[in-house]
């Protein structure tokens, strides 16, 4: 019933940018923290960023000053703005999103379908 589409992978070059988007959809009755979360080929899925819905940001080390979460909870979209790309950036990206669809429901946990991102040197 709650759909994560995700949009904005591809191919760049190292030192490029990137900017991905994943916008929540169907019956929502709110959200609270969003996140992306990566997994290159024989690695764990790890965190690259969260921001609850007050706004505050986490992000992991690896990313710190050069990826920049936000949201626009009108239109149920959290963003990723990556910069100063490297080859080690390059992994599926996965957007996260804790979901109520109803008052009496739980949140539930969603995930995208990932989305791929390279970065050529």
């Known amino acids: 019933q709650v759909q994560l589409v995700e949009s904005g992978g591809g191919l760049v070059q190292a030192g490029g940018s990137l900017r991905l988007s994943c916008a929540a959809s169907g019956t929502i009755f709110s959200i609270n923290a969003m996140g992306w979360y990566r997994q290159a080929p024989g690695k764990q899925r790890e965190l690259v960023a969260t921001i609850t819905s007050g706004g505050d940001t986490n992000y992991a080390d690896s990313v710190k000053g050069r990826f920049t979460i936000s949201r626009d909870n009108a239109k149920n979209t959290v963003y990723l703005q990556m910069s100063s790309l490297n080859p080690e950036d390059t992994a599926v990206y996965y957007c996260?999103?804790?979901?109520?669809?109803?008052?009496?429901?739980?949140?539930?946990?969603?995930w995208g379908q990932g989305t791929l991102v390279t970065v050529s040197s």
């Open positions: 996260n999103a804790g979901v109520k669809t109803g008052l009496l429901y739980p949140y539930l946990e969603v």
